[in-house]
């Protein structure tokens, strides 16, 4: 009895060791993982947060408290939530910033979606890195199908006498996590509306001035050379042909008609417009009758004197106006080094009839009257923004043409597609 009792006595004795054994080395696991340091400064910047986005990147920064040496290792563990079946080692990198020795050679380890781990070896010699380390996450890896907070935990190892994570000998060094956070909509629609818009004006002022028909305040003048409040007006002067000048916008110290001297006024076009397809901007005469010619159908304007005396328009682009050619016409003052000039984008087209390959070339100007149609300019294909472009008038009478005054109304229509 006594041998049997000792027998089962030793048996609970043994049972007893064996358990407090096991309890102790399951203590010691927890000890040492107790004892891990925390990372710090840990992130995860996501590239997507709504629920169920495919293929989101992942940028993973975190701080190691304890330097990683050779044989370390860097282990990330993927939310289960998280779409993961294609992820490979294509997908994802690691790199350490400066610090200690970073490690700058790393081995990844193939992904196994059955534990959800990254898994990254240093195989940098001498290696003792304090730095940053970012593991990027680029493809592959899907948003949870339900929001609400996630988070990816973050591990270094020393590895051990094996050097990787495979041998069973790895020692928990550094731990923490990385928190996201998924939501049922990451985006915002803005919205807004543009009209469809034209703005054109027409200045006889160097400034951008609005005048009116009726006057408009100075500088709106015929000429440079008075204050009259005249408006729109290009005042061409003493038309004499006798000399030898043609006159022309720009021409300083001209006598014109009120008994004063002055710069004869440039005609300018101010245009803006998100049109699509452009602006075109076209000039028609609402005064020339072509007296002399007789006939209303002739699709030239003049500038109208006493009786049938006319100074009439050149009838082709690109016609030379000379000293007693009787002619008269308006041109992109080119050869003044004309302005054509835009805010952004390019600058209007100016239209061949209109743009001086020499100086002294002037283009038509369609009478209404005459049963001519409007012409072309200068014209854009797209958008114009705050165009700027300046015109000259030229004329020169002949021998034949009388005393008086003389006069033409230009009608200037801007037309934009949209």
């Not at 860097?74 to 490690?103: E, H, K, M, N, R």
């Not at 021998?399 to 200037?412: K, N, Q």
Request: hydrophobic share 40%.
């Amino acid at each position: 009895m006594q041998k049997l009792f000792n027998k089962q006595y030793f048996s609970t004795v043994s049972l007893l060791t064996v358990v407090s054994l096991v309890m102790y080395m399951f203590a010691a696991v927890l000890l040492v993982r107790v004892q891990a340091a925390a990372i710090t400064s840990a992130s995860d910047t996501m590239s997507r947060l709504e629920v169920s986005v495919v293929d989101v990147e992942h940028t993973i920064v975190f701080t190691p408290t304890t330097a990683i040496n050779q044989d370390d290792g860097v282990q990330i563990t993927i939310d289960s939530a998280f779409g993961d079946a294609s992820l490979d080692v294509a997908d994802y990198s690691i790199s350490q910033a400066a610090g200690g020795t970073p490690c700058a050679s790393w081995t990844e380890n193939a992904y196994v979606p059955a534990n959800d781990v990254i898994q990254f070896e240093c195989d940098t010699v001498g290696a003792a890195g304090t730095g940053a380390i970012t593991i990027a996450i680029t493809t592959d890896l899907d948003n949870p199908g339900s929001a609400g907070s996630y988070a990816f935990t973050i591990e270094t190892y020393d590895l051990g006498a094996d050097t990787n994570f495979a041998g069973g000998d790895d020692t928990l060094e550094d731990s923490g996590a990385a928190g996201v956070a998924i939501v049922d909509d990451d985006t915002v629609n803005v919205t807004g509306y543009i009209n469809e818009f034209l703005t054109f004006d027409i200045d006889t002022a160097d400034t951008n001035v609005d005048c009116d028909a009726a006057g408009g305040a100075s500088p709106c003048d015929s000429h440079s050379g008075v204050t009259d409040s005249a408006g729109y007006v290009v005042s061409l002067g003493l038309l004499d042909p006798t000399d030898a000048a043609v006159n022309d916008s720009g021409d300083a110290g001209v006598l014109h008609q009120d008994g004063n001297t002055g710069t004869i006024n440039y005609i300018w076009f101010d245009t803006s417009t998100n049109a699509t397809s452009g602006v075109a901007v076209t000039v028609l005469s609402y005064v020339g009758e072509n007296d002399v010619d007789g006939t209303p159908t002739n699709t030239v304007s003049a500038l109208e004197g006493p009786g049938t005396d006319e100074i009439r328009s050149v009838d082709a682009g690109d016609t030379v106006i000379s000293d007693g050619s009787g002619l008269y016409g308006i041109a992109f003052a080119a050869d003044d080094t004309g302005t054509n000039t835009v805010n952004s984008g390019s600058a209007a087209t100016i239209a061949a009839d209109y743009d001086q390959d020499a100086a002294a070339e002037f283009g038509r100007v369609p009478s209404d009257t005459g049963g001519g149609s409007p012409l072309t300019i200068f014209s854009s294909t797209g958008a114009l923004d705050g165009s700027r472009v300046q015109f000259e008038v030229a004329a020169d009478p002949d021998a034949s043409d009388g005393a008086g005054t003389y006069t033409d109304e230009l009608t200037f229509v801007a037309t934009a597609t949209f």
